[in-house]
């Protein structure tokens, strides 16, 4: 193979990031609705029969589908299969930058413009209730900042003696921002917490 040949194969599309596409790949949904004259974010509250973070809250969204044409269709298939929204009655506005957690996660976060009278149907195994939040509250608030220290742990059997210093190898530790909204009894928090903060940064910059 010559230069040549290898400029070629990297003029093709390539994945966003290396992992992308053995990740686990899902899409939100950041629904901006009108209440009152105003706009809000809304947000649901995830069923307590869930058994993966019960009673959290989230943006509507999911697992992409080897079935979607792209991340954008799977948040408008996920906001229609928890929330009764159709895709013709929501308008998106913009793509944000993915939220890329780790090689093998990340998530792909849409704002779109939902009509409120079309939430009326929740699916009751997914989304316990839903409640909207004023955008310019948002904006003006300053949530809370607390950190989650990471630090890796070899698996069994890692093979200690292929690498310097061996089993004395200095891992690094790192820390996880872990931001905290405050908003009538609700605390949004976790990747919600970040996509909202990154989404509400974009708007005041």
Same mark, same amino acid.
């Not at 316990?128 to 890796?152: A, G, R």
């Given at each position: 193979?010559?230069?040549?040949?290898?400029?070629?194969?990297?003029?093709?599309?390539?994945?966003?990031?290396?992992?992308?596409?053995? /990740?686990?790949?899902? *899409?939100? =949904?950041?629904? $901006?609705?009108?209440?009152?004259?105003?706009?809000?974010?809304?947000? &649901?509250?995830?069923?307590?029969?869930?058994?993966?973070?019960?009673?959290?809250?989230?943006?509507?969204?999911?697992?992409?589908?080897?079935? +979607?044409?792209?991340?954008?269709? *799977?948040?408008?298939?996920?906001?229609?299969? #928890?929330?009764? =929204?159709?895709?013709?009655?929501?308008?998106?506005?913009?793509?944000?930058?993915? $939220?890329?957690?780790?090689?093998?996660?990340?998530?792909?976060?849409?704002? *779109?413009?939902? +009509?409120?009278?079309?939430?009326?149907?929740?699916?009751?195994? #997914?989304?316990?209730?839903?409640?909207?939040?004023?955008?310019?509250? $948002?904006?003006?608030? &300053?949530?809370?900042?607390?950190?989650?220290?990471?630090?890796?742990?070899?698996?069994?059997?890692?093979?200690?003696?292929?690498?310097?210093?061996?089993?004395?190898?200095?891992?690094? /530790?790192? *820390?996880?921002?872990?931001?905290?909204? +405050?908003?009538?009894?609700?605390?949004?928090?976790?990747?919600? /917490?970040?996509?909202?903060?990154?989404?509400?940064?974009?708007?005041? /910059?």
């Amino acid at each position: 193979m010559n230069v040549d040949d290898i400029q070629g194969k990297f003029l093709q599309k390539q994945p966003l990031f290396i992992g992308e596409d053995t /990740a686990f790949r899902s *899409a939100v =949904v950041v629904p $901006l609705v009108e209440v009152n004259g105003e706009t809000h974010v809304l947000f &649901e509250v995830r069923s307590m029969t869930m058994r993966k973070q019960p009673g959290d809250i989230s943006f509507p969204g999911g697992k992409i589908d080897p079935t +979607d044409r792209n991340p954008e269709e *799977a948040a408008l298939r996920e906001l229609y299969e #928890e929330l009764s =929204v159709p895709p013709s009655s929501t308008e998106v506005l913009s793509a944000l930058s993915p $939220l890329i957690i780790s090689p093998a996660f990340v998530i792909y976060p849409f704002v *779109a413009k939902v +009509d409120m009278r079309e939430v009326n149907t929740l699916n009751r195994d #997914e989304v316990h209730e839903v409640f909207t939040v004023p955008l310019d509250w $948002l904006i003006q608030y &300053e949530p809370e900042l607390h950190h989650v220290l990471m630090k890796p742990t070899p698996s069994e059997g890692f093979p200690f003696d292929k690498i310097m210093n061996g089993k004395d190898y200095e891992w690094r /530790a790192r *820390a996880i921002d872990e931001w905290f909204f +405050d908003y009538n009894g609700y605390v949004i928090w976790g990747l919600t /917490a970040r996509i909202l903060k990154y989404f509400l940064e974009r708007l005041k /910059a």
